[in-house]
Each structure stands twice: as C-alpha cells, then as structure tokens.
C-alpha cells in the first residue's frame, strides 16, 4: 500500500539511502535536513526525493501516514515537536528498515567494529555474482552497485549491522532491530565512546544480536578478535569461526600480497575450499573476504562461483580509495579512525609497496577519536604501522574539555620519541603546502578521516600538480 513518508533529517547516507530504497518500492517520499548540500542533495535529487530546506512544523502536513527519526534528532527540533503533538506513527530509521523490508527475507547482518562496510558490499556482491539476486543495504558506495542499496527479488537481504544508537527514544543498537537470520560477528573493540560508557556496555549489545539469532540461523565468528570469540556462547543457533587462527573453522592460508592483490588458499575444517584472488590489499581484508565466503557457502554458492566474484569485486569508495596521482605522487582516501583500522591500512599499504615512501595524514573526527580515550593506542599504531611521514591536523571536536579531548601534541611527542617522523599540522591548507613542497615522486599519501576533511584530498592533487 503505497504511503506519504516524511524523514525527519534526510541527508545522513543511511536516512537518504532508505528514503531512495522506500520510493523505489512506490511510497511518496519527502524529508527534511538542516543546510542540504552534496553529495547528498545531488543523490537525493537524482532520486527524485523532495527534500524541504530546515526544519519546520509547517513540513508535517496531515496527509504524511509515517515520518521517520534520524538518530541526530532530538527533543526542541520543531518538527519532531509537531510529530508528537498530534501523534503521528513515528519510528526510527532501524525500525523502518526491519517493517518494510525484512520481515519476508532471509536477513544477513555483518557486524564489528571493523570491516563491516566491505565485509557487507562483498557478502553483496557474491550474492549477486552468483546469482541470488539479494537486496543491500550499506554503509557506504559499493563501487559494483554504484551505490549504497540494491533491492534484489531473491531471498536475501545483506545489510551492514550498526552497533550506533537508533534514536532520541530508542538508544538500543541499530543492529537489535534486523531480525538476523545470518550474522557476522568479525571482530569487537571498544568505540563509540558517546554512546557506550564502557567496554562491558558495548559487549552486551553484540550479545544481544547473538541471542535473537533463531535456532536455525548461522553465526560466523571472527577468530582472531578475542572479544569477537568470547560471544560464542551466546548464539542459539549453528556457530563457525573464521580467521587466519589455526584453529578457526574456515581458514585462509598461505597468504601472499601480489601487485596490490592478495592471494590465498582457504579451508573449511580439514578440507581444502579453493585458491582465491583479492584485489583488496591487506590481511584484514583476507578476514573480510573469508567472512563474505563463508556467508556465501551457508546460503549454497559454490567455491568456483565465489572465486570469480571476489575477482570482480571492485571495493567500497573510502577504503583505502585511489583518488588520483599528481607529480608522480599517488592520493588514497581512507575512511579508518580507529586504532586498530589505521595500523591495518597503513601495514597493508607498506606490505604493497614495501619500496616506496608512505605519508600518513589522520584527522581525529569521530566522536571517539577525538576523546582521549585511544590516546596510546593512536600513538602504538603509528610507530608501528611503517608510514614514514606522518601529518596530523588539529581534533576536529575542539569543543571537548580539555582533560577528554585527545592531545595531538603529546600524540606526536609519543610518535617521534620512538623514532618516527611525526609533526603536528592544525591547519589543512598547511599540511598541503609541506606534502606539495616535500613529496617526491613514487610517493604514497594516504589519507584517513570519518569526515570531509576540508576536501583535502583534491586540495592535494592541485597543490602537487601546480
């Protein structure tokens, strides 16, 4: 039955991809959002979605049946406040997602703090390739659906399983509302530091997903994260681990990086599975790819087939994306803000290119990253990454006290007292000027940020260029 929807904060990626994915199914869709402009506005546009400038009780019209919440609303938005007075069927973004689309599906969610993005564009991509026809929903472009949804007429739904909060009414996890089927679980670390007070807080929420999963679902579980493994006992369903862990139940061997692709041999218990290729550098992308392969067994894709699916495979825009050369020096884009995801991008980049000179550039943006939190595990993961100039700009967060925002300072006085080249850059424009003055050709500069960054990345490319 084809129904008015109106979204409250429409230019998220994820509130702007389901507006697309419920207009696509019929539904009249319109949505609001504070100060529109692109890449947004344009997809929006190209969807044929109005989108209404601000917020305005005016907005919220009598013939609207369902209006859905974005997580950065909240109480005193004067559209919420309407929404409110007069009643109208409210729901969160999670909630949408679940009503419309997956009640009739066999639903996948990929989850962890690390990798679920590819993790959850790949599982798609295999589904396809094989010819399951799935439906999609990630965080992210995934470059062989040129977007962030597919909506397929096969069995399946992939969709990347957030740990974030649903809503001002509802702080449970995005994830607790997809009705899993299939989960991945590929790996768990502390993060979301404004949202979960504490490690044990964010274990309770993964061990909740695990026990919603029905008695004949499927688990996969990532090996090598210890956090990931210790929620083992608490699926209900058929459990199987993966990773490069000896003892896991799908594992990949005899792993080898190759001309920016990695090779590698993958068993199921003591039975060799095939040889694969992967055109994603890296050994947690092995761990990605070793998930989306296990998945893509349980719902009955051959090796063969999966074999040339990962070939195909043409990755996720922001992770560790080649966003041009200029001068002989090449610019990756990278959406890493993590510890852990700087230390596994930068170690896959120097075990590419062992031989040429890598420029790390992080912007601490994230609501975690910006908090002291990970101040020495930032300060671990670029003495041991390899990179061998690093640039940081100023936290993005200024607003932080004092004593919870993190101290570039100090985190690069920790980073040149192990004997790594480290500066402290507070402004974009110059960090250009010292890679454009100092790059020299063969150059690798990768930069990571959850954010914008102030369009440095194009900045870069002229600035060498000139």
Known sequence: MKARIHFIGICGTAMATLAAMLKARGHDVQGSDHAVYPPMSDFLAREEIRVLDGYDAAHITPEIDLVVIG??????????????????????????????????????????????????????????????????????????????????????????????????????????????????????????????????ALRTAFRRLLTIVPRHGRVFIGADSPEAAALATNARGRVETFGIDGTADWRATGIEPSAGKMRFEVWHGDQPFGSFESPLVGVHNVRNALAAIAVGSAVGLSAEEMRKGLLAFSGVRRRLERRGEARGVTVFDDFAHHPTAILETLRAVRASYPDRRIWAIFEPRSATSCRRVFQDDFARAFIESGADEILLPAVFRASLPEDERLSVERLVDDIVRAHRHARYVPKVDDIVKIVADEAREGDLVVVMSNGGFEGIHDKLLAALAR
């Not at 559209?79 to 909630?95: A, G, M, N, T």
């Not at 994830?175 to 790996?187: A, Q, S």
């Open 71 to 200: 997580n950065a609303i909240s109480r005193g938005n004067p559209e919420l406040e309407e929404v409110l007075d007069r009643k109208i069927h409210y729901v969160s973004l999670p909630e949408a997602v679940r009503d419309h689309f997956l009640w009739q599906s066999r639903s996948i969610v990929i989850a962890g703090t690390h990798g679920k993005t590819t993790t959850t564009a790949l599982t798609g991509w295999l589904l396809t390739a094989g010819g399951l026809d799935p439906s999609l929903l990630v965080g992210g472009i995934a470059q062989n659906f040129d977007g962030s949804y597919r909506l397929g007429s096969g069995r399946d739904f992939v969709i990347e399983g957030d740990e974030y909060d649903s809503a001002f009414f509802d702080k449970t996890a995005k994830f607790l509302k997809y009705l899993p089927d299939i989960v991945v679980v590929g790996n768990l670390e502390y993060d979301h530091a404004d949202i979960y007070p504490d490690m044990e």
